[in-house]
Nanobody, 120 residues
């Protein structure tokens, strides 16, 4: 079965940059869509950005122009480049993906989350 492994979280100062990564492990994994959600304490988990295997991207309004999502050609890895970070971006960032171990059917997967903290 597929597992999502995240990396790249950490502590940065406001205005700084950070890149988080998510890799889907398994046999011959291909993902139809991959994305990033975030959740701050006491808040709901919301979509930050997503990308499909055809290259379509969507961004939450507050991050548009600052964050860039991309997917590897193998369709099993997603990246989120975060620039001009603000304290309001502080949250646990979760990877989410719809993937299949070809030729099996697609399933929805969640990563364990990686903490991003932006200090002022």
């Amino acid at each position: 079965q597929v597992q999502l492994v995240e990396s790249g979280g950490g502590l940065v100062q406001a205005g700084g940059s950070l890149k988080v990564s998510c890799a889907a492990s398994g046999n011959h994994v291909s993902c139809k869509t991959m994305g990033w959600y975030r959740q701050a304490p006491g808040k709901q988990r919301d979509l930050v950005a997503s990308i499909t295997d055809s290259g379509r991207t969507d961004y939450e309004d507050s991050v548009q122009g600052r964050f860039t999502i991309s997917m590897a050609n193998a369709k099993n890895t997603v990246y989120l480049q975060m620039n001009s970070l603000k304290p309001e971006d502080t949250a646990v960032y979760y990877c989410n993906a719809i993937c299949a171990e070809v030729p099996r059917f697609d399933h929805v997967y969640w990563g364990q989350g990686t903490q991003v903290t932006v200090s002022s």
